[in-house]
C-alpha cells in the first residue's frame, strides 16, 4: 500500500477549500496555498469553516501565502491546482521552482484539457485529473458556502501509471465525505462538466442573474439548450460516448442547480479574469478543428471576452 499523499491545494477559493476543508478535517496532511492574505489569517485564527449542504470546522495550520512558500513544506508530494485555469500559465514557473522532484500534479478546475496542459509542464505520468460535482462561494474570510453537491467527484490520470494515486486520493475523498470515484474514462466527465458549465455559467455571468432565474426564464433557457447542444455535437465529434439521454439529464441538472451565482458571474463582478477561454472558447476552438459548426460558443464567447476588456474611450465615452 502506497504511503498516505501529502497534499498542497493551490487556491483556497471554494473549490479548493471545500477539498481541503475535508481532508483536513478527515485527520489528512494538507497544506492551503492562497494569496488572500485576510482570508489565511481567519483561517489560521479560526479554523476554515464550510456552511451550507455541509457543515464543519477544519484547522488547518499548514498554510503558504504564495506558491513559493510551499517549498517551506518538503514534505509535500502531491499538489492540487484549483485556481483558476486562466492563471495556470503564471503558475507553471512558479510550481517548478517549489515543488519537490518526483511531485505529482492534480487539476482540480473548470475547463477543457487542462491536464494536457500540466502534462506538458510536469510529465504526463506525474498528471491527474479531478471533475468535482459540488460548488460554493467565499462568503467571508475562513468562511465557505458549499451551495450544492451532486456526487460523485470523479477523478482519472493521464496515464497508467497515475492509477494507483487517483484510486488512493478517491478513496480518502469518499471517507471525508465528498464521494469520488475513480474512472478510466475521465475525459468523458470533464467534458459533461464542461459543457454543463459553458451553457449556463456564462449567461448568467452576461445577465448577472443567478441560475435559477435563466432556467425559469424560457428565452433563454432555450439559448442554454442551443449551447448544450453545440458541446454535445463537439465532444461526440472528439470520440466522447455520453450515456443515453445525456441532453434531458443535463437541462435537468440545470433547472435543479438553484439560486446559486456561478463562477463566472463572481469573476465579472469582480473584474477578474474568466475561464471562458477554457470553457465555451475551447469548444468552439474544437468544433473548428473537427469541422463542426459552434455559432451559440462562438458568440457567447466574443460577448464575455468583450464584457472582460478595458475600454479605450475616453472617460466621458464610457
Known amino acids: 500500500m502506497p504511503s498516505e499523499p501529502k497534499i498542497a491545494i493551490i487556491g483556497a477559493g471554494p473549490t479548493g477549500a471545500i477539498l481541503g476543508a475535508h481532508l483536513a478535517h478527515a485527520g489528512h496532511y494538507v497544506v492551503l496555498c492562497d494569496i488572500l492574505k485576510d482570508h489565511l489569517d481567519a483561517i489560521e485564527a479560526d479554523g476554515l469553516c464550510i456552511t451550507g449542504v455541509s457543515e464543519m470546522t477544519a484547522r488547518c495550520e ?6 513559493s512558500e510551499l517549498s517551506s513544506y518538503p514534505e509535500v508530494d502531491t499538489i492540487v491546482i484549483s485556481t483558476k485555469a486562466s492563471i495556470m500559465p503564471l503558475l507553471i514557473p512558479q510550481i517548478k521552482r517549489a515543488a519537490r522532484p518526483g511531485a505529482r500534479f492534480i487539476s482540480c478546475q473548470n475547463g477543457l484539457g487542462n491536464e494536457e496542459f500540466l ?3 510536469f510529465g504526463a ?3 491527474l485529473r479531478v471533475v468535482v460535482n459540488y460548488a460554493g462561494s467565499r ?3 475562513g468562511l465557505i458556502w458549499m451551495s450544492f453537491f451532486n456526487p460523485p467527484n470523479y477523478i482519472g490520470s493521464v496515464t497508467a501509471k497515475g492509477e ?3 484510486r488512493q486520493i478517491a478513496d480518502a475523498m469518499s471517507k471525508a465525505g465528498l464521494e469520488t470515484q475513480f ?3 475521465i475525459k468523458k466527465h470533464e467534458w459533461a ?4 458549465n459553458a451553457a449556463l455559467s456564462p449567461v448568467c455571468a452576461l445577465t448577472r442573474k443567478p441560475m435559477k432565474d435563466m432556467m425559469d426564464l424560457e428565452v433563454s433557457e432555450l439559448l442554454v439548450e442551443e449551447l448544450l447542444r453545440e458541446g454535445i455535437r463537439v465532444a461526440e465529434a472528439a470520440g466522447v460516448t455520453f450515456d443515453e439521454g445525456f441532453f434531458e439529464h443535463c437541462v435537468q441538472y440545470l433547472r435543479k442547480a438553484g439560486y446559486h451565482k456561478t463562477s463566472m458571474h463572481q469573476d465579472i ?3 477578474t479574469p474568466t475561464e471562458i477561454d477554457w470553457l465555451n472558447g475551447k469548444i468552439a476552438e474544437r468544433g473548428r478543428a473537427l469541422g463542426i459548426e459552434t455559432p451559440y460558443n462562438s458568440a457567447i464567447t466574443a460577448l464575455i471576452k468583450g464584457l472582460e476588456m478595458k475600454s479605450s474611450a475616453p472617460a466621458e465615452h464610457q
Do not use: P
Request: aromatic share 0%; hydrophobic share 45%.
Open 164 to 166: 494507483a494515486l487517483a
Open 193 to 196: 462538466k464542461a459543457i454543463l
Open 62 to 67: 499548514r498554510l503558504a501565502h504564495s506558491v
Open 119 to 121: 502534462a506538458e509542464a
Open 183 to 185: 474512472t478510466t474514462d
Open 139 to 141: 462568503v467571508g474570510d
Open 269 to 271: 463582478e469582480r473584474g
Open 125 to 127: 505520468d506525474n498528471v
